[in-house]
C-alpha cells in the first residue's frame, strides 16, 4: 500500500478488490494463486463485505459498480439476493432529474459513432498501436470515453440527500462507487456545473488545475450530504469511509516514492482516505 490510502496500485483493477476485500486480494496475493481468474478474484473481493455483514442482519446495497459479474458473483456471494446490486444504471437514472432542478436542458443525443469506432479499431491493432487508440478512459480523443463523464456522477452526488432515507430499523452498509473525479475533469471551478472543456492548465508542482477543481466540488456535494445525515439525526451513528482506488498522474509525490513511469510521469501515490467513525 502507498502511506496514509487505501490503494495497492495505479488503476482501478489493481486496487478496488484489496480495499474492499482486505489484503489477500492485494495484487501480490492474488498473482501468487496460481492459476487463478483475474476477473473471479475481483468477484470474490467485492464479495467479501457482503459476506460478512449479511448474516449479521445488515441492508447491504453496492451501487454504481460495473466490474462485477453476476453469474459468476453469486458463486462467491451465496446470499446475493439479499442484497440491492446496482450497476452504472444508477449514475444515469438520475440525470434528468438533476438537469431539471439545475434549469438545464435536456441533452441533445450523442452519436456513439466515433466511440465504436474506435473500439473496433482498438481490437483491430498490434499491441503497440493501442496506447495511441485508447489512454487513460478516452478513445481516440472522442467526447464518449469508456468512464462517465463528470455530469452523471455529479448528479448522483447531488441529489444523494434527496434520495436517502433515515427510517430503517435495520443497520445498513451502502458502498456507492463514483467517477465525479476522474478524467476527464470537466466541472466549473465557481458552480461545479459541467462544461465542455477539454484544455488543462498545469501548475508548477505538476497539479492540474482542472483535476483539482473537479476534486473539490466533489467533496463540496458529499459534505451537502453530510449535512443531511445531522439533520436528519443519523451522522452521530454512521462510519463513513471515503476512499479512493488511485490517485491522477499528475500527482508530485510519485518523485518523492521513486514511483515513476519511464517517461518521467508519476504514478499514482496519493489516493484519498478520509475515515469518520461512529460516534465522531
Known amino acids: ?16 478488490a484489496s480495499i474492499l476485500g482486505g489484503e489477500p486480494y492485494s495484487p501480490p496475493a492474488i498473482n501468487a494463486r496460481q492459476p487463478h481468474s483475474l476477473r473471479m478474484e475481483l468477484q470474490k473481493g467485492f464479495a467479501t463485505l457482503p459476506n460478512v455483514f449479511i448474516p449479521r442482519g445488515y441492508d447491504v446495497a453496492f451501487a454504481d459498480v460495473d466490474e462485477l459479474v453476476p453469474s459468476e458473483f453469486s ?4 446470499r446475493v439476493t439479499d442484497m440491492l446490486l ?5 449514475v444515469s437514472a438520475y440525470t434528468p432529474l438533476w438537469r431539471k ?6 441533452p441533445m443525443p450523442e452519436s456513439q459513432a466515433p466511440f465504436l469506432a474506435s473500439v473496433g479499431l482498438f481490437y483491430a491493432s498490434p499491441w503497440f498501436l493501442r496506447q495511441f487508440i485508447y489512454y487513460e478512459g478516452s478513445w481516440m480523443n472522442t467526447q464518449t470515453v469508456i468512464h462517465n463523464p463528470s455530469e452523471g456522477p455529479m448528479a448522483m452526488l447531488h441529489l444523494l440527500p434527496e434520495i436517502s432515507g ?14 465525479a473525479v476522474h478524467y476527464p475533469w470537466r466541472l466549473d471551478r465557481q458552480t461545479c456545473m459541467p462544461v465542455d ?3 488543462q492548465t498545469r501548475q508548477a508542482d505538476g497539479a492540474i488545475v482542472q483535476h483539482l477543481d473537479t476534486e473539490r466540488c466533489a467533496l463540496r456535494a458529499i ?3 453530510v449535512n443531511w445525515m445531522q439533520s436528519a439525526g443519523v451522522y452521530d451513528n454512521t462510519q463513513i469511509i471515503l476512499a479512493s482506488d488511485h490517485d491522477g498522474n499528475d ?8 514511483d515513476m513511469r519511464k517517461n518521467g510521469v508519476p504514478w499514482k501515490p496519493h489516493a484519498l482516505l478520509m475515515v469518520k467513525a461512529m460516534g465522531a
Open 251 to 258: 500527482n508530485a509525490l510519485g518523485r518523492e516514492y521513486g
Open 101 to 106: 432542478r439545475m434549469g438545464l436542458p435536456s
Open 197 to 199: 472543456v477539454t484544455a
Open 86 to 90: 446496482v450497476g452504472k444504471s444508477f
Open 223 to 225: 459534505a451537502r450530504w
Open 75 to 78: 458463486l462467491v456471494c451465496p
Open 166 to 179: 433515515a427510517d430503517r430499523s435495520t443497520p445498513t452498509l451502502k458502498y456507492i462507487a463514483s467517477q
Open 1 to 16: 500500500w502507498y502511506p496514509d490510502t487505501m490503494s495497492t496500485g495505479a488503476a482501478t483493477l489493481l486496487s478496488i
